[in-house]
């Protein structure tokens, strides 16, 4: 079955810097790869998501690649703020299954 | 769009009692829905898929007796711990997929932190 690997489980940046999120998967098959930010006592929240048919995708402060040939993906933050401290869960599935397999999640701490 | 909400956010009850959770899916027709569990600085753990008018498949390991889910219509699925014990003190968070399968994004509710004494 599929399974994730996410690196590294604990990021502590100084505010203003970028952070750097990377996930692996096993499953050729698997299509769809969504991000998810969340924050203490509360359910995840999609930050952005990515399909194989893509190799990138950008929206403002936050971008994801994917490398489909070496089978990962990875979450990049530009100019971190505090509030972006949280902890960021990556994800696979293919396509009209709906089931995700998730990352063990990286806890990401902005010093001010 | 596409909000999830889940009743109560936090329960605390006596060992023995069942308990119900309840997720909605507040804009959006969910022919799908997911129920996780969570632990203390873990990642989601799928219990459950549930589909609206059938009955829900549980992953391996989880007691289906235990935990019973009812997705009864396109907005509301159910969860219900039964005969709780302090081991199934969790975080439970329910996920809910667009109606039509174009979309496979889930939408996450914020929780529900069940606290068995």
């Known amino acids: 079955g599929e399974n994730v690997e996410q690196h590294p489980s604990t990021l502590s940046v100084q505010e203003g810097d970028s952070a750097v999120i990377k996930c692996t998967y096993s499953?050729?098959?698997?299509?769809?790869f969504p991000w998810y930010k969340q924050e203490l006592g509360k359910g995840p929240q999609l930050i952005i998501d990515?399909?194989?048919?893509?190799g990138e995708k950008k929206d403002q402060r936050i971008a994801v690649t994917l490398n489909k040939t070496a089978k990962h993906f990875s979450l990049h933050i530009t100019e971190t703020q505090p509030e972006d401290s949280a902890v960021y869960f990556c994800?696979?599935?293919?396509?009209?299954?709906?089931?995700?397999?998730f990352g063990t999640g990286t806890r990401l701490k902005v010093l001010a | 769009g596409a909000v999830v909400s889940q009743h109560p956010s936090r329960v605390i009850c006596k060992s023995g009692t069942s308990v119900k959770i309840e997720c909605r899916s507040l804009?959006?027709?969910?022919?799908?829905m997911f129920w996780y569990r969570q632990f203390p600085k873990q990642s989601l753990m799928l219990m459950a898929t549930s589909n609206e008018g059938s009955k829900a498949t549980y992953e391996q390991g989880v007691e289906k007796d235990k935990f019973l889910i009812n997705h009864a219509s396109l907005t509301l699925s159910t969860l219900t711990v039964t005969s709780a014990h302090p081991e199934d003190s969790s975080f439970y968070i329910c996920s809910a997929t667009t109606s039509g399968g174009a979309s496979d994004t889930q939408y996450f509710g914020p929780g529900t932190r069940l606290t068995v004494l």
């Open positions: 990515i399909r194989s048919n893509v």
């Open positions: 804009d959006f027709q969910a022919t799908t």
């Open positions: 994800a696979a599935s293919q396509t009209g299954t709906y089931k995700y397999i």
């Open positions: 499953d050729s098959a698997s299509n769809y």
